[in-house]
C-alpha cells in the first residue's frame, strides 16, 4: 500500500520561529510536492521537486523554502514563522513519467503560528 | 493557463438522494481530469481520473464522472449518498506533458453535506 507520511499533524509555534515540515514517501517516487490549504482557496502550490536536490517554486513560495537530500524525504522549512502562515500543509508525491501524474498524499500538517 | 472552476462551494442533500458535483476547466491542450476527496482532517484519496477512452469514468465508492470535451467539463455524479459521503471534493487538471511536469491545478473544493 502506498504510503506518505508527514511528521505531525499538528503543531503550534510562535511568530519567528523557524519550523520543519518533513515528508516521506515510500514509492521510490521523484516528484514531490508541498501545498498549502485554506478554507475558501483550495490547495496552492508552494514548492515542488523532480529529483534530489532539485527544487521548482510553485504558485506561493514566498517565506518558504525546501530541501530534498534523499529521494524518499521532503522538507519544508519556514524560516520565520508568521502568523499568516497559519494553514494546513500537504505534502503529495507522484511517479515520472507516469501517463496519469496522479498524486498521492499525506494526511496534512495542521500548523497555528501564534 | 489552465484553470479550474468548481461551480458550487457547498451542496447540501439529503441520505439517498442522487447528487451532482460540478467542474469546468480552462485549457488550450489535451488534459487528464481528477477528482480527489478529503474527509475531516485528513489528506486527499483520488475518487477516479480521466486519461483517455471512455467518457464516462467510474470511480471509488459509487461515484463516477463523464468528460465532457465540448463543453470543458468533468461533473462528478453519485446516484444516492451516504452519511459516510459527507467530504470535501477537489477537482483537479493537468495538461500532457506540459513544462510542469506531474503538476496539477485544483479547483477551490465543493463541501459536500449529506444530511439524515
Known amino acids: 500500500d502506498v504510503k506518505v507520511t508527514q511528521s505531525s499533524r499538528y503543531l503550534v509555534k510562535r511568530t519567528g520561529e523557524k519550523v520543519f515540515l518533513e515528508c516521506v514517501q515510500d514509492?521510490?517516487?521523484?516528484?514531490m510536492f508541498w501545498y498549502r490549504q485554506d478554507p475558501g482557496l483550495g490547495l496552492r502550490l508552494i514548492y515542488f521537486s523532480y529529483d534530489v536536490k532539485m527544487k521548482e517554486k510553485g504558485d506561493i513560495p514566498e517565506g518558504y523554502s525546501v530541501s530534498r537530500e534523499k529521494k524518499e524525504r521532503f522538507s519544508l522549512i519556514l524560516e520565520s514563522a508568521s502568523t499568516n502562515q497559519t494553514s494546513m500543509y500537504l505534502c503529495a508525491s507522484s511517479r515520472r513519467g507516469a501517463r496519469s501524474y496522479e498524486q498521492y498524499f499525506g494526511p496534512g500538517t495542521r500548523l497555528t503560528v501564534t | 493557463a489552465q484553470s479550474v472552476t468548481q461551480l458550487d462551494s457547498q451542496v447540501p442533500v439529503f441520505e439517498e438522494a442522487p447528487v451532482e458535483l460540478r467542474c469546468n476547466y480552462s485549457?488550450?491542450?489535451?488534459?487528464?481530469l481528477f477528482w480527489y476527496v478529503q474527509y475531516p482532517n485528513q489528506g486527499l484519496q483520488l475518487l477516479l481520473k480521466?486519461?483517455?477512452?471512455?467518457?464516462l469514468v467510474k470511480g471509488i465508492n459509487g461515484f463516477e464522472a463523464e468528460f465532457n470535451k465540448s463543453q470543458t467539463s468533468f461533473h462528478l455524479r453519485k446516484p444516492s449518498v451516504h452519511i459516510s459521503d459527507t467530504a470535501e471534493y477537489f477537482c483537479a487538471v493537468s495538461d500532457h506533458g506540459g513544462g510542469s511536469q506531474g503538476n496539477l491545478i485544483f479547483g477551490k473544493g465543493t463541501k459536500l453535506s449529506v444530511k439524515p
Open positions: 480521466y486519461l483517455s477512452g471512455s467518457t
Open positions: 485549457s488550450s491542450v489535451s488534459v487528464y
Open positions: 514509492m521510490d517516487h521523484e516528484n
